[in-house]
């Protein structure tokens, strides 16, 4: 089908865990104690099978390996290379206790700080570098999957994080160091890996750059000049394929082209003038090109002819042209097939993993030269094309009538003059971020009322059992803002697909987000409005419990797109004005229910800032007043928060200032509050929570250590604008956890508040 050593089709990556989330339940059993470590490995091993022979079957040319993780790729680097720190390694665990330590963090050893994986909502885990960091081929893995594979009769391409991007997403453990700065150090232990799979005799192996499909400076640049020079120049090496993603690969391009690299990936679907860069350039006349034209990231189906022409382009200035996806297969779901409740008119115009890989073999064939049948496809296109039914008149009426004014509220010191005579808060209230744990008996109440099997009137019956023992839970604590719990909740972007116009729900349409941790991102297919209330019953019922002030409890406009797989025929901007209307629909009757504070959460502003610079102007542009439309119809009395988490958030300080929101929490707990010192940069003077509890790891941190960042945060944002709060929701973790952990909180700030200042 290919040339002789060619890559041929291919796909950058491929879900992780499992259809049935198989290796999510396989690592909760391990770490509760429930299972044994060879079991956890005995279903890494099943899913690694199933996954090469499923490619296998499907036609594809080359297979990767090295895509599968018990937590996170980017981890797994570090590990491999020995550089984990100290904190984890002197603990004198097993390698993979150790692994999931830095995962996790224990008593003693916080976890590793997590982040977004460039502009997608999975998260990996920041490697901690020093100027003493070394670095020292310590594990095997890649070797072993090779092997693996082999047994199995597959021959497979490794893939690995690129040492450059892999030394730009660390952290530096010294103040003033550059992690880049140990390229040099890093460099002989990916050597080393690549002579010990030349000697597998593996032809190829995959290098991970995303890191480039961002601005970069000059020595970064000639880092990667540096790089891949280096690494080429080996003698017993496999061929080198550097894949860059998430958008067009700019200069870099030019450093690749120019290096003695076999082979470069690159996404047509982000940047669609890619094609005709290379083009002018005449950059590739030696070089393999993995035409990324299939969607990593979205799951409609692709149109052949786009996808086609945009692959030929690069036919006159590269060696060889191959399909392939534009990114991993990790941020879509298994198998549309599964979803048998979906309407079959919308099923067909989707292409979840399954899907796409074989989309990737049949353009590969077409653009081969074989005859073969794009019809379907190209029918399945057209028919999403002309669905008219997508386009509600009255909601697009009311988005054109929508003038400057809708997104303006009175000052903020008027408003806080307000909430407080209203609210009466004492000084660094204490709250939550919304969700608390879910126990058994809430989860098999909410799916079997789904199933049909428990009537509306028992399902409130439970629910509302539930929010009384969490209201009370809240009360004894001693919190200042309570929540409902939120246990009529699946996800806190479903939840409210569900009930919203314009979006279908999957039933097994499963993506990683972090570790075990997998969300079922809903399909906004149409356009968007707002039936009925969705959160009113459950915050009214909670308030009507306690004298205590209840946080209404919603989320934003722009986390609904960033965490959904959003409609691709029409601007962003047009549908973050829809979901913008709905919710403030829903904060005008939280209002009327007597709610005086609504959270509308945004933890994906960040998430969806575009890479490059010079786009963000017109993010900012629509997802700022996205919000604004959403929160603006409240009244100055009632208080509006918002919530951020887990991002670096230097870029978007001036964007969370303009949202306006009287007080914004943001996670804070594993970075020692080093974002409050940027905001305060940022001229930041609204009201500010700073996680002191990072519920992303089970430990339970204590009193002194809270106090102490509340201390911290003191030191840069006033007392009476500084909130008491975790990172995040509490939904992931257990009551065992969180009772000790915000009783821990509350009495941080009882100390600090009789403290003098």
Known sequence: ??????????????????????????????????????????????????????????????IPSSTFSLYDQVLDTAALFGALPERFTRLGLSPLDTYFAAARGVPDAPALEMTKWFDTNYHHLVPELGPDSRFALTGTTPVDEVREAKALGITTRPVLVGPVTFLLLAKSAEPGFTPLDLLDELLPAYAELLGKLADEGVEWVQLDEPAFAADRTTPEFNALTRAYHWLAKENHRPKLLAAGYFGGLGRALGVLARSPIEAIAVDLVTDESFADKVAVEGALRDKEVLAGVVDGRN????????????????????????ISTSCSLLHVPYDVRAETDLDPRLKNWLAFARQKVDEVVLLGRALSGENVDLGPARAAVADRAGAAELNDTDVRARVGALQPEDTVRAPYAERAAAQQKALNLPPLPTTTIGSFPQTREVRRARAAHRAGKLDDTA???????????VVRLQEDLGLDVLVHGEPERNDMVQYFAEQLTGFAATALGWVQSYGSRCVRPPILFGDVSRPQPMTVEWAQYAQSRTDRPVKGMLTGPVTILAWSFVRDDQPLADTARQVALAVRDEVADLEAAGIRIVQVDEPALRELLPLRAADREAYFGWAVPAFRLATSGAAETTQIHTHMCYSEFGDVLPAIDALDADVTSI??????????????????????????????????????????????????VPAERLWINPDCGLKTRGYAEVEPALRHLVDAARELRAEPR
Not at 299 to 314: C, E, K, M, Q
Not at 459 to 469: A, G, H, K, P
Request: proline content about 4%.
């Open 1 to 62: 089908m290919h040339a002789v050593n060619t890559i041929g089709t291919t796909i950058l990556g491929y879900p992780r865990i499992g259809p049935a989330r198989e290796l999510k339940r396989a690592l909760e059993a391990c770490w509760a104690g429930k299972s044994t470590e060879e079991e956890l490995r005995a279903t890494g091993r099943q899913l690694r099978e199933q996954t090469w022979t499923t490619l296998r079957d499907q036609g594809l040319d080359s």
């Open 667 to 716: 996670e804070a707990a594993r970075s020692k509050m080093e974002v409050l010192a940027d905001l305060n940069e940022a001229g930041f003077g609204r009201g500010v929570g700073p996680g002191v509890y990072d519920i992303h790891s089970p430990r339970v941190p204590d009193q002194d250590e809270m106090a102490d960042l509340v201390r911290t945060a003191l030191g840069a």
């Open 459 to 469: 399902y409130r019956t439970v629910m509302r059992t539930e929010i009384d023992r």
């Open 299 to 322: 799951v409609w189906r692709t149109d052949p002819g786009v996808a086609l022409a945009r692959a030929a382009r690069l036919r006159d200035t590269a060696a060889h042209v191959s």
